[in-house]
């Protein structure tokens, strides 16, 4: 059961990076159902995650914000920083679409924080690059830079 729920996330997520959103929320939330019955909130919160994925791809903000929310508190209460990670981007770029850059920055901050931790530069990269478009675009250019050689750094 739990090898098929993982795998339901991973097509899920492979139909969302193809444009095949309503696959992809049939398999997400066929996952979501099985590892809500198996009671595994680790895993749990990478299914949430990626619903909140699809719902940012279908520009549905306040779907993508209550799954990353979702999200967050399971990867909390079982330690999954990569979900965690994963999910306050999410909420990040929801928060940026809904103009609400304030929030837009502390989850960034919080995202960027969750990465550092997991020692993935990776997803480092990819947070740090997201925050640096938003400070930039607010004519922060001189935060913009900051993240933006955090970023290059963290590939070396």
């Keep these: 059961p739990?090898?098929?729920a993982w795998v339901e996330n991973e097509m899920a997520?492979?139909?969302l990076g193809s444009g095949n959103l309503s696959r992809a929320a049939k398999l997400a939330a066929s996952a979501q159902s099985r590892f809500e019955k198996l009671g595994d909130d680790r895993q749990l919160a990478h299914v949430l995650e990626t619903q909140a994925q699809i719902a940012l791809a279908k520009r549905d903000w306040a779907a993508a914000l209550?799954?990353?929310e979702q999200s967050i508190k399971a990867a909390d209460a079982t330690g999954n920083l990569d979900?965690?990670?994963a999910a306050l981007?999410?909420?990040a770029?929801?928060?940026?679409a809904r103009q609400e850059f304030d929030d837009a920055g502390r989850a960034f901050a919080d995202a960027a924080d969750a990465a550092r931790q997991l020692k993935r530069s990776a997803v480092l990269r990819r947070v740090l690059t997201s925050w640096a478009d938003l400070r930039?675009?607010?004519g922060d250019h001189e935060g913009a830079?900051?993240?933006?050689?955090?970023?290059l750094e963290t590939a070396l």
Excluded: C, G
């Design 2 to 4: 739990t090898e098929m």
């Design 13 to 15: 997520l492979a139909h």
């Design 66 to 68: 209550s799954f990353s």
């Design 83 to 85: 979900a965690k990670a």
């Design 89 to 91: 981007l999410t909420a």
């Design 93 to 96: 770029s929801a928060r940026v």
């Design 136 to 138: 930039a675009a607010q």
């Design 145 to 151: 830079f900051a993240l933006s050689r955090e970023a």
